[in-house]
Structure formats: structure tokens, C-alpha cells
């Protein structure tokens, strides 16, 4: 079946620590987002790529970093310089230039310890 | 700027009966509208695409609308069922060569049963 792995599912961050939250498709989509969702607060934009090895930053990029080296993966770090990194991240994905919706990721959620 | 409202935040209901949801958004310059689940601590499951130049859109008991010139769009889910608790959100991609998706802030669906 063709979707969207998001991985891990719960994600642990000690203070001054990188991490990496992985996104992978099979859906052969070219443009590939990621979103932070905190209560109470609609999606946040952080980055998105339209094509492999181009990536644009979103509404909330800080402290944040992507790379794009393949179609099917998009991993989003989260460095240190963030600063309230307690959330949950979406990946997604769509065709570029169509009316077609988006397909999203199951999700990680991310606790600072 | 544009902006997505959801009205109402939160709505409890007793089984079978229909209800509608709303979604309006202040400037009518939009690629399409979209419709999507979120189950708690999941990702988004997407209902429904309204492109710019249609009027509804229909799978199975929900039917979704848009009038551009208001602003307004209503998802009708009809039957409702303890299966269709959930959030719903809704968000606009606008028009234009950034087509960036703008969320609403979700309304709370609880079905009694």
C-alpha cells in the first residue's frame, strides 16, 4: 500500500541534544512538508521541498533543519537552537500543480526530558 | 492575509442525528478547500478537495461545499456515528505560486451514542 512512514512514534529529547525525525513515501509525490501541531495552535509550516535537493523554509524554520537528497525522504532534525521543541510533527506529502489533496503521516510526537 | 475560521471549536451530538460544520475564510483567491480527520494523537486523514470552480463534494455520508464569494464552506456529515468523533479541519490553499495550505484551528466532534 502506498502512504507515508513516520518514525519514530514517540520521541525523547534531552536538553541541548539533535534529533531526527524520519519521513519516507511511496507515492512517487514530489513535494514533501513538515508541520508542528501544539494545542490550541492550527498547523505551523516549517519547511517543504518541491523537488530533490531544494527546500524552502516555512512560517517556524528556526531551529529546524531538512534535507532532500531523495524523492522518497524528507527527515527533519530538530537542533538544539529550538528552544520549545515539545510537540507533535506531521509529515506530508502532494502532487505539485494539481488539485490534489494532501496525504499526511501518522506522526511523532516529540518531549523534551 | 488570509485566515480560516471554525466554527463551532467543539459539538456534541446524539447518534443518528445530521449536523453541519463550518469553515470560512476572508480572502475568496483560493487554489481549493480541503477537509481532513485527525483522531487523537494521530495524523490527518483527508475527506474531501473542493477545487476553486466547484461547488460540492460528496463521499459517502459527508458533503462538503463551497461558496468562494462568501468565504464559506460547510461539511454535512449525515447518520452521524460514535466512529465519526473526531477532529475536523479544514484549510485553504491559496491561489498563486506559493499555494501555502491556511489551517483553521479544527472543531471537536464527539457522537453520543
Known amino acids: 500500500d502506498g502512504g507515508i512512514t513516520q518514525s519514530p512514534k514517540y520521541l525523547f529529547r534531552k536538553e541541548g541534544q539533535n534529533v531526527t525525525l524520519s519521513c519516507e513515501q511511496n507515492?512517487?509525490?514530489?513535494?514533501m512538508y513538515w508541520y508542528r501541531q501544539d494545542p490550541g495552535q492550527g498547523l505551523r509550516l516549517i519547511y517543504y521541498?518541491?523537488?530533490?535537493?531544494?527546500?524552502q523554509k516555512g512560517d517556524i524554520a528556526e531551529g529546524y533543519s531538512v534535507s532532500r537528497e531523495k524523492k522518497e525522504s524528507f527527515p527533519l532534525t530538530v537542533t538544539s537552537a529550538q528552544k520549545n521543541p515539545t510537540a507533535f510533527y506531521l509529515c506530508?506529502?502532494?502532487?505539485?500543480?494539481?488539485?490534489?489533496?494532501?496525504?499526511f503521516g501518522s506522526g511523532t510526537r516529540l518531549t523534551v526530558v | 492575509k488570509q485566515e480560516v475560521t471554525q466554527i463551532p471549536a467543539a459539538l456534541s451530538v446524539p447518534e443518528g442525528e445530521n449536523l453541519v460544520l463550518n469553515c470560512s475564510f476572508t480572502?475568496?483567491?483560493?487554489?481549493?478547500l480541503q477537509w481532513f480527520r485527525q483522531d487523537p494523537g494521530k495524523g490527518l486523514t483527508s475527506l474531501l478537495l473542493?477545487?476553486?470552480s466547484q461547488r460540492e463534494q460528496t463521499s459517502g455520508r459527508l458533503n462538503a461545499s463551497l461558496d468562494k464569494s462568501s468565504g464559506r464552506s460547510t461539511l454535512y456529515i449525515a447518520a452521524s456515528q460514535p466512529g465519526d468523533s473526531a477532529t475536523y479541519l479544514c484549510?485553504?490553499?491559496?491561489?498563486?505560486?506559493?499555494?501555502?495550505?491556511?489551517w483553521g484551528l479544527g472543531t471537536s466532534l464527539a457522537v453520543n451514542p
Open positions: 484549510a485553504v490553499q491559496n491561489a498563486g505560486n506559493n499555494r501555502k495550505l491556511i
Open positions: 521541498s518541491q523537488i530533490v535537493n531544494d527546500f
Open positions: 506530508a506529502s502532494s502532487i505539485v500543480n494539481a488539485n490534489y489533496g494532501y496525504t
Open positions: 480572502d475568496s483567491a483560493i487554489y481549493n
Open positions: 507515492l512517487n509525490h514530489d513535494a
Open positions: 473542493i477545487q476553486s
